[in-house]
Antibody, heavy 122, light 108 residues
Framework: QLQLQESGPGLVKPSETLSLTCTVS??????????WGWIRQPPGKGLEWIGN???????YYNPSLKTRVTISVDPSNNQFSLKLSSVTAADTAIYYC??????????????WGPGTLVTVSS | DIQMTQSPSSLSASVGDRVTITCRAS??????LNWYQQKPGKPPNLLIY???SLQSGVPSRFSGSGSGTDFTLTIGSLQPEDFATYYC??????????FGQGTKLEIK
């Protein structure tokens, strides 16, 4: 059974770069018809899509975050990563990694990691 | 950007009730609409994809309908485990996925 797990620092200082890794287990990240994505959720608020990546390295980013976001993939370690630069308190959120299907009308996020809380504070 | 608006934002209902949540897109998104359930402290769980297809393992009391700009999620007979927050999400624009603001379903 495919599982995703986020990892990385839970506390980041303002103006620094947030870095998270998602490790995929129980299946390969190198598979057609699936993308891999990051979504975040400020405490008590709604969901915001950050971006997606394909195993080949093709990326799609939320335009509102595009200048600060980099998503990369490491097929050899079955991982993909998120970097968000110049963070502020507004970037404090639970960060989720997820698998996104790509098949006809079906572009849903079907498998999610448990999430990791990242707090931006000095 | 495509905006997604859910209504109501919150809803009180009783076990056994039939409940409907609506989601409206700011432009036509065909059938590219997904529904998720989220419980406190947990990630979202996919319920419905492509507007009306039931995700594997999801109880049949959940159903989705709609196309274009207007969509609904219906829970046929509320069970205690259904009290949660529900989100719609458009996947028409692969350059910018957007979620609705959420509907919190509470016990009356």
């Amino acid at each position: 059974q495919l599982q995703l797990q986020e990892s990385g620092p839970g506390l980041v200082k303002p103006s620094e770069t947030l870095s998270l890794t998602c490790t995929v287990s129980g299946g390969s990240i190198v598979i057609s018809s699936y993308y891999w994505g990051w979504i975040r959720q400020p405490p008590g608020k709604g969901l915001e899509w950050i971006g997606n990546i394909y195993y080949s390295g093709s990326t799609y980013y939320n335009p509102s975050l595009k200048t600060r976001v980099t998503i990369s993939v490491d097929p050899s370690n079955n991982q993909f990563s998120l970097k968000l630069s110049s963070v502020t308190a507004a970037d404090t959120a639970i960060y989720y990694c997820a698998r996104r299907r790509s098949n006809g009308y079906d572009y849903a996020f079907d498998i999610w990691g448990p999430g990791t809380l990242v707090t931006v504070s000095s | 950007d495509i905006q997604m608006t859910q209504s109501p934002s919150s809803l009180s209902a009783s076990v056994g009730d039939r409940v409907t949540i609506t989601c409206r897109a700011s432009q036509s998104i065909s059938n590219y609409l997904n529904w998720y359930q989220q419980k406190p402290g947990k990630p979202p769980n996919l319920l419905i994809y492509a507007a009306s297809s039931l995700q594997s393992g999801v109880p049949s009391r959940f159903s989705g309908s709609g196309s274009g700009t207007d969509f609904t999620l219906t829970i046929g007979s509320l069970q205690p485990e259904d009290f949660a927050t529900y989100y719609c999400q458009q996947s028409y624009s692969t350059l910018m996925f957007t979620f609705g603001q959420g509907t919190k379903l509470e016990i009356k």
